[in-house]
């Protein structure tokens, strides 16, 4: 096992910048994760740490070794892809030890660790199969069987769930997590979902066209996000935004919405008197009312069984709740929301950084 620290980390492609001076520090044996949207560079960042990308500025280092100019197989490291990358004329075997043979590895030896991968990820009986007679999960495992084998310093995850159907990712999230804990070898994941990146990261590291917008644990992504993005990013169903101005006295300060509605600022908010502003707050911390907070009126009702999920607007802005009570309200119809204080946010407009005291 080993750290990988990233350092001013550039990449360009052609005359296009890609990743403008990324810096992550990942510690031995933590799962880090990835996150972003598609395009903001952090597949690139994880096949530069792979050395399937040249650096063009920058360092990479794994455990105490620069690898900038190392050859994939010199790195001691072991990547999973999103399309599995199995040998199909190969059983699950020897899929798993292909990498051992390359290696010049005993056969004994071999055969022991391919065995031992197995029995981690309950491949024991599909050992003589062919990838072609497995599900997609079975697959999936079988690539993760084959990085296993390699005992590596560091994994690397290429969103590896992307192929398999929703009830299937939320099963294999669990394995992966589960065999992290077993394992304890340095993990990065790549994903651009953030439910997985929640459930599943010691640390996340947001980006945004090549760059990175806030690295934490990820409740304090959530409970403190750095910036509007990041508000907006992390958290299912997103958070709501709502523009304003701040009103500051001497005691109190509110946000005046855009059609005169107030509300109380969130305790601890910075910002000046006068000043535009997003009020932020997630649908899981609105409650319902018979006046006052947000007037909205109702456009979708989603009961899920376990919640009820309504999709409302307010003078043009889309408002999300979410409620564990079962609520039947009639489309058109209004209601009012109260945000939690203790959970809003304030963003200044012009630069979307949250406003803190």
Same mark, same amino acid.
């Given at each position: 096992?080993?750290?990988?620290?990233?350092?001013?980390?550039?990449?360009?492609?052609?005359?296009?910048?890609?990743?403008?001076?990324?810096?992550?520090?990942?510690?031995?044996?933590?799962?880090?994760?990835?996150?972003?949207?598609?395009?903001?560079?952090?597949?690139?960042?994880?096949?530069?740490?792979?050395?399937?990308?040249?650096?063009?500025?920058?360092?990479?280092?794994?455990?105490?070794?620069?690898?900038?100019?190392?050859?994939?197989?010199?790195?001691?490291?072991?990547?999973?892809?999103?399309?599995?990358?199995?040998?199909?004329?190969?059983?699950?075997?020897?899929?798993?030890?292909?990498?051992?043979?390359?290696?010049?590895?005993?056969?004994?030896?071999?055969?022991?660790?391919?065995? *031992? +991968?197995?029995?981690?990820?309950?491949?024991?009986? /599909?050992? &003589?199969?062919?990838?072609?007679? !497995?599900?997609?999960?079975? =697959?999936?495992?079988?690539?993760?069987? *084959? +990085?296993?084998?390699?005992?590596?310093?560091?994994? /690397?995850? &290429?969103?590896?769930?992307?192929? !398999?159907?929703?009830?299937? =990712?939320?099963?294999?999230?669990?394995?992966?997590?589960?065999?992290?804990?077993?394992?304890?070898?340095?993990?990065?994941?790549?994903?651009?979902?953030?439910?997985?990146?929640?459930?599943?990261?010691?640390?996340i590291v947001v980006m945004r066209d090549g760059r990175i917008e806030q690295t934490g644990g990820p409740l304090d992504l959530?409970?403190?996000?750095?910036?509007?993005?990041?508000?907006?990013?992390?958290?299912?169903?997103?958070?709501?935004?709502?523009?304003?101005?701040?009103?500051?006295?001497?005691?109190?300060?509110?946000?005046?919405?855009?059609?005169?509605?107030?509300?109380?600022?969130?305790?601890?908010?910075?910002?000046v008197d006068g000043q535009p502003v997003v009020y932020g707050t997630r649908p899981e911390h609105l409650t319902l009312a018979?006046?006052?907070?947000?007037?909205?009126?109702?456009?979708?009702?989603?009961?899920?069984?376990?919640?009820?999920f309504i999709a409302c607007r307010h003078e043009g802005v889309d408002i999300s709740a979410v409620f564990r009570e079962r609520?039947?309200?009639?489309?058109?119809?209004?209601?009012?929301?109260?945000?939690?204080?203790?959970?809003?946010?304030?963003?200044?407009?012009?630069?979307?950084?949250?406003?803190?005291?």
């Open positions: 096992m080993a750290s990988v620290t990233i350092q001013a980390v550039k990449k360009n492609f052609g005359e296009v910048p890609v990743l403008h001076g990324v810096d992550i520090d990942i510690r031995d044996g933590s799962f880090t994760v990835l996150v972003g949207p598609s395009g903001c560079g952090k597949s690139t960042l994880l096949r530069m740490i792979a050395g399937l990308e040249q650096i063009n500025a920058g360092e990479i280092r794994i455990g105490d070794r620069v690898v900038n100019d190392l050859q994939p197989k010199e790195r001691d490291i072991a990547m999973v892809f999103q399309n599995y990358a199995l040998y199909p004329h190969m059983t699950v075997r020897e899929n798993m030890a292909f990498s051992l043979a390359l290696a010049k590895m005993d056969a004994a030896t071999a055969d022991a660790k391919v065995k *031992r +991968a197995a029995e981690i990820l309950a491949l024991d009986a /599909l050992l &003589d199969r062919y990838p072609r007679q !497995l599900s997609g999960g079975q =697959r999936q495992r079988v690539a993760m069987g *084959r +990085a296993i084998v390699r005992d590596p310093q560091v994994f /690397l995850f &290429d969103e590896p769930l992307s192929n !398999l159907d929703a009830k299937l =990712r939320v099963a294999m999230r669990s394995e992966l997590k589960e065999l992290h804990q077993r394992l304890k070898t340095t993990s990065i994941y790549v994903t651009h979902d953030q439910i997985e990146a929640m459930t599943m990261g010691d640390k959530y409970d403190h996000p750095a910036n509007q993005f990041v508000a907006g990013f992390i958290g299912s169903p997103a958070m709501n935004f709502l523009p304003g101005t701040l009103r500051r006295t001497a005691n109190t300060a509110h946000v005046e919405l855009n059609d005169g509605t107030q509300l109380d600022a969130p305790p601890l908010t910075g910002g018979s006046s006052g907070g947000i007037p909205a009126k109702v456009v979708v009702m989603e009961p899920t069984g376990m919640d009820t609520y039947d309200f009639t489309p058109g119809s209004t209601i009012h929301l109260v945000p939690d204080l203790q959970r809003a946010h304030l963003f200044d407009a012009s630069n979307g950084k949250r406003l803190a005291a």
